[in-house]
């Protein structure tokens, strides 16, 4: 089985979170708002991973409070996916430990699954499905009842312009049509925690754009978003916050502004920050 097998979107058990209070798969949080500040939605807490004596991800650790969207920068093998996976459950740190809506995600991994929407790095699996049936037997997976299913599914298909593509074999599809696939599939029980690993890589600008318009909705809506990419533009565009990881290390904590006045500067200060190991000293907190 791949890795990317391994991060089947059907796996976790998040379920509608819509469902009746009785519903004992309702999504609810056991983090409670702290007194004078919004309640933390995503806690990293000391996380590593060691892969022999090789560190992909060393002691990184945030919090992402209800309703920010955040960007998490860093150039390719800084450690984002390994966090990502970490942050999502899918993969078990070396050491330290991760919370979504207040759920530890691997004490209570189903509970933090209902408040969780993640698109892996590798897209969606079950090649073979059309995005209809996919997206249906994820749902069902998750414990979707029919008659909430069905209207989510057309509300995906809109919301995911998938229409021209919903009956063909995802195998068929670009890389854009299967990128939307999987954002249908982390939307799809309309999580309030979004963990999305580069929603934009390898979309062409026309395609960068929907997905900017999918997160500035998603953003108005209330939900809290951790987005990695590489399109700095973006940050600026979408994000209210930025984290930058190098060589396993955060190395900035702070908004777009802080990072940089303009988007050339932006792209310096990352250079800077993530050229040689020195930057691995540079972490400040906003
Ligand atoms: N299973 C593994 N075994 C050994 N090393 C690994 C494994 N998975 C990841 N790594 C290494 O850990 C480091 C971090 O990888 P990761 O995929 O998290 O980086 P990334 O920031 O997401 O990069 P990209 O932007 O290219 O996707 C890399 O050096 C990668 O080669």
């Given amino acids: 089985m791949t890795a ?62 209800e309703g920010q969207v955040c960007a998490f920068l860093g150039p390719n093998g800084a450690g984002k996916s390994t966090t990502m996976r970490m942050l999502t459950g899918f993969l078990a740190p070396s050491a330290g430990a991760a919370t979504v809506g207040g759920h530890d995600v691997a004490e209570a991994r189903i509970d933090a699954a209902r408040t969780l929407g993640y698109l892996p ?25 029919s008659d909430r299913l069905k209207p989510r599914l057309e509300a ?3 919301a995911c312009s998938l229409a021209p593509v919903w009956g063909k ?6 890389r854009g049509y299967r990128q939307r696939v999987g954002m249908a599939q982390a939307l799809l029980h309309d999580p309030s925690v979004l963990i999305l690993d580069e929603p ?14 999918l997160i500035g909705r998603l953003r108005d809506e209330g939900k809290t978003l951790l987005i990695s990419t590489h399109i700095l533009r973006e940050v600026r565009a979408v994000c209210d916050r930025v984290l930058l990881i190098s060589a396993g290390r955060l190395v900035f904590d702070g908004s777009a502004d802080d990072l940089a006045g303009s988007e050339e500067e932006m792209e310096a200060k990352f250079r800077e920050l993530t050229a040689s190991p020195q930057g691995r000293g540079e972490r400040r907190k906003a």
Avoid: H
């Fill in 4 to 65: 990317a097998a391994v991060e089947s979107p059907a796996a976790p058990a998040a379920v509608d979170r819509a469902s009746a209070p009785s519903d004992p798969f309702a999504e609810e949080s056991a983090n409670a708002p702290t007194p004078g500040g919004p309640r933390a939605m995503i806690e990293a807490k000391g996380l590593s991973k060691f892969y022999g004596p090789f560190a992909a991800v060393r002691d990184v650790s945030f919090s992402v409070p």
């Fill in 121 to 145: 790095e590798n897209g969606p699996l079950y090649q073979e499905m059309s995005p209809a049936a996919f997206l249906s037997y994820v749902g069902k997976a998750r414990g979707m009842a």
């Fill in 200 to 213: 934009t890589g390898g979309l062409d600008p026309n395609q960068v754009a929907g997905v900017r318009e």
């Fill in 156 to 158: 995906m298909k809109e």
């Fill in 169 to 174: 074999p995802i195998a068929k599809l670009s």
